[in-house]
């Protein structure tokens, strides 16, 4: 796929949603933090369920920490893998609070060494939370980059540098949400709704979906 072709998609992806964010539910970079690491092999909407009664009682290190981890637990058991996620926020408020005077920090490699923190959450929260132009790879993206041929690669670490590389700059801060929307909406893994999609004609997936 050539620059200009890029460019056109991202364009149009523009034009269709200015101003694209997480539809995770969150108000400070702790919120988010907790709430990305709890949606691993979850979906935002099983989150935003436990989040939304989570928060207002504990929003905060302390308030987390002072819950303990089975008081934690009553509020995320509905979530995939809770108990081991669980145990890593707790971890982690623990180290926010000795660490990072209760911040979360803006660095890639203090945020990957907190517990339950991988490449793929930092980079989320150092998008959405801190406006940097990273790029989270997760399936959705993995999937969309390699089937439009916008980013092919093998690997999401090899996707996250292509896409890095080849998005032009004006688009690189939003571009994440972007694709993540696209391939939980239209580009969907069983059967890509082609017909509903709007770079249809510039998308390089030769078995397209016609409805």
Same mark, same amino acid.
């Given at each position: 796929?050539?620059? %200009?072709?890029?460019?056109?998609?991202?364009?149009?992806?523009r #034009?269709?949603?200015p101003? $694209?964010?997480t539809?995770l539910?969150? /108000?400070? $970079?702790f919120?988010?933090?907790?709430?990305?690491?709890? /949606? &691993?092999?979850?979906t935002?909407?099983g989150?935003?369920? +436990?989040?939304?009664? @989570?928060?207002p009682v504990?929003n905060?290190p302390?308030?987390?920490? +002072? @819950?303990g981890? %089975?008081? @934690?637990k009553?509020?995320?058991k509905?979530?995939?893998?809770f108990? /081991? =996620?669980?145990a890593?926020?707790?971890?982690?408020?623990?180290i926010?609070? &000795?660490?990072?005077? #209760?911040?979360?920090p803006e660095?890639? =490699?203090a945020l990957e060494a907190? $517990?339950g923190?991988?490449r793929k959450?930092?980079?989320?929260v150092?998008?959405?939370?801190?406006?940097?132009p990273?790029?989270a790879?997760?399936?959705?993206i993995f999937?969309? #980059?390699?089937r439009?041929?916008? +980013?092919?690669?093998k690997?999401?670490? %090899?996707?996250?540098?292509r @896409?890095?590389?080849?998005?032009p700059?004006?688009?690189l801060?939003? &571009?994440?949400?972007?694709?993540?929307?696209?391939g939980?909406?239209i580009?969907v893994?069983?059967? $890509?709704r082609?017909?509903?999609?709007i770079?249809?004609?510039l998308? %390089?997936?030769?078995?397209?979906?016609?409805?």
């Amino acid at each position: 796929m050539n620059r %200009e072709k890029r460019q056109q998609i991202f364009a149009r992806l523009r #034009s269709d949603n200015p101003h $694209p964010t997480t539809e995770l539910n969150y /108000s400070t $970079p702790f919120e988010l933090l907790v709430a990305v690491i709890l /949606s &691993a092999q979850a979906t935002d909407k099983g989150v935003n369920k +436990a989040t939304d009664r @989570l928060f207002p009682v504990a929003n905060t290190p302390e308030k987390i920490l +002072a @819950l303990g981890e %089975e008081g @934690l637990k009553e509020y995320i058991k509905t979530i995939g893998l809770f108990n /081991s =996620k669980g145990a890593n926020i707790i971890k982690t408020c623990g180290i926010l609070i &000795a660490q990072y005077g #209760s911040e979360v920090p803006e660095d890639r =490699k203090a945020l990957e060494a907190l $517990p339950g923190v991988g490449r793929k959450t930092a980079n989320v929260v150092l998008n959405t939370a801190f406006g940097h132009p990273t790029m989270a790879v997760d399936t959705h993206i993995f999937r969309v #980059s390699n089937r439009t041929k916008i +980013a092919p690669g093998k690997t999401v670490l %090899e996707v996250e540098k292509r @896409l890095l590389k080849f998005i032009p700059d004006e688009f690189l801060q939003d &571009a994440h949400h972007w694709l993540i929307l696209h391939g939980r909406y239209i580009c969907v893994a069983r059967k $890509p709704r082609c017909g509903a999609c709007i770079i249809e004609d510039l998308c %390089e997936y030769k078995q397209k979906v016609i409805e």
